[in-house]
């Protein structure tokens, strides 16, 4: 199964882009990155997810390299409500859809 | 909006005692999950359902049962409760190869 390496924790200032990083070295080809977030005492909330094409929504863009060892989560304008755990997923598993295995997450801290 | 509900936001219950928690979801998706969330060691499966009466073990079901007899609900059951079970209770659902829906969280108490 493959894994995920994040930093533990991350400062941003208010209105600057945050660039969360996730190493993902063993990922297989048909397995997708995920990106949730967990604001405190809330339930996990899905963010965006890619394969290997870089993906844009309203929320925020996720850049994945070439050789899709690694994946950048990218807030461009962080405010404040954007403190929250990030969390960085690779779906593994092939039936039925896949179990869900979060690692530690990257504690984003966005200070005015 | 997609929906998933856990039946108690806190709980505390003696140890020894039976615990059910409850997680009903509504929008007919094949996949459910229960994790438990610790300071310091995050998020962690402890099972979870591909469908109506299918379960596999996670990454910590030891003192941990599950039960899916509806495809809408997942119960977590503490077949003995311990203190060591005192934690925040996550359960989601999702569509096979789509995002994931958490519910809002157990806080559970073993006293």
């Known amino acids: 199964d493959a894994k995920t390496t994040q930093p533990p924790s991350m400062d941003c200032a208010e209105g600057r882009a945050a660039n969360l990083p996730c190493n993902h070295s063993t990922i297989s080809g048909n397995e997708y990155v995920y990106w949730y977030r967990q604001i405190h005492s809330q339930g996990p909330q899905y963010i965006i997810h890619?394969?290997?094409n870089n993906e844009t929504n309203e929320m925020a863009s996720l850049i994945i390299t070439e050789d899709r060892k690694s994946s950048t989560l990218i807030l461009p304008h962080a405010t404040l409500r954007d403190t929250a755990v990030y969390y960085c997923?690779?779906?593994?598993?092939?039936?039925?859809?896949?179990?869900?295995?979060f690692g530690q997450g990257t504690e984003l801290s966005v200070k005015p | 909006d997609v929906k998933v509900t856990q039946s108690s936001r806190y709980l505390v219950k003696r140890t020894g005692e039976k615990v059910f928690l409850e997680c009903v979801q509504d929008m007919d998706h094949e996949n459910m999950f229960w994790y438990r969330q610790d300071p310091g060691l995050g998020l962690r499966l402890i099972y979870f359902s591909y469908d109506v009466k299918m379960k596999e073990k996670g990454d910590i079901p030891e003192g941990y049962s599950v039960s899916r007899e509806k495809k809408e609900r997942f119960s977590l059951i503490l077949e003995s409760a311990s203190t060591n079970q005192t934690s925040m209770y996550l359960c989601a659902s999702r569509q096979a190869g789509t995002e994931a829906f958490f519910g809002q969280g157990t806080r559970l108490t073993v006293v």
């Open positions: 997923i690779v779906r593994v598993g092939y039936n039925q859809g896949g179990k869900l295995i």
């Open positions: 890619g394969l290997k």
